[in-house]
């Protein structure tokens, strides 16, 4: 079962949910929101411990 991490939009605030293939290592691509349906950059990276760490940007912050 792939991981799932809650952040929140960086332009509405509402949390959404985002499921993680954290087997493909790093990655950068770019979803809408699922509440505002605004264009998200969203940055997944693997920690040391495995663990995927997913960082969101507006567009014109990335």
């Known amino acids: ?4 991490v809650e952040v929140d939009c960086p332009y ?10 954290d087997s ?7 979803e809408d929101c699922q509440v505002c ?11 040391d411990d495995g663990e995927p760490r997913v960082d969101v940007y507006a567009e014109d912050e990335a």
Do not use: H, K, T
Request: aromatic fraction near 6%.
């Open 12 to 21: 509405c605030g509402e949390p959404i949910d985002f499921i993680v293939d």
């Open 1 to 4: 079962m792939l991981p799932s």
């Open 37 to 47: 349906c605004r264009p998200i950059v969203v940055a997944v990276s693997v920690d």
């Open 24 to 30: 493909a290592g790093d990655q950068r691509y770019i």
